[in-house]
């Protein structure tokens, strides 16, 4: 009887587990984000980095920067450590750069932008032209305020201080 209700259990298990892996690999690899209407011309373009969603969006030809990083949900993780509710904003910089392969000269020709987060957005952000196949990259990085050297420092004054008493326990 045992044998029976473990075989149907494997059955019914393996009954559910076929649906969830024949949606696996779409889900996986389909990583495209379609902000164009249909029927629209559309640039393929990939952002990546401190954005709320990375991956290849599918834009509207004269997308600008600032609307790409709208699509993408805004500046997301915040590097150096922490959550986006205890950055001071005021003291975070952001860092754009858009790359993108010349094939006639066969280079990789490279546009930064930086600015502080409160300040308004460069106007040249909202000049230029993005492309198709440019990879935009963004960075958001926080100034270092007295609690950040505090956590760096503090560690290690312990483990000097723990070694000079350990040094003078072990010579007595």
Do not use: C
Not at 23 to 32: A, K
């Amino acid at each position: 009887m045992q044998h029976i209700i473990t075989y149907a259990a494997v059955a019914i298990i393996s009954l559910m587990a076929i649906p969830a892996q024949a949606q696996l690999p779409e889900t996986l690899s389909d990583r495209y984000i379609r902000v164009a209407e249909m029927g629209q011309l559309v640039d393929s373009v990939n952002v990546w980095g401190d954005v709320g969603s990375s991956g290849r969006y599918l834009i509207p030809e004269d997308t600008n920067l600032p609307d790409l990083i709208s699509f993408s949900f805004g500046y997301g993780q915040v590097r150096g450590g922490g959550s986006q509710s205890n950055v001071d904003w005021t003291k975070t910089q952001v860092e754009i750069k858009v790359s993108r392969f010349n094939e006639n000269r066969r280079v990789v020709e490279v546009a930064y932008f930086r600015y502080l987060y409160h300040d308004p957005e460069p106007v040249e952000m909202w000049e230029f032209e993005l492309q198709n196949n440019d990879i935009v990259t963004v960075r958001v990085r926080n100034k270092p305020s007295l609690t950040d050297y505090v956590g760096v420092i503090a560690p290690v004054l312990s483990v000097i201080t723990t070694t000079l008493i350990l040094w003078d326990r072990f010579r007595e």
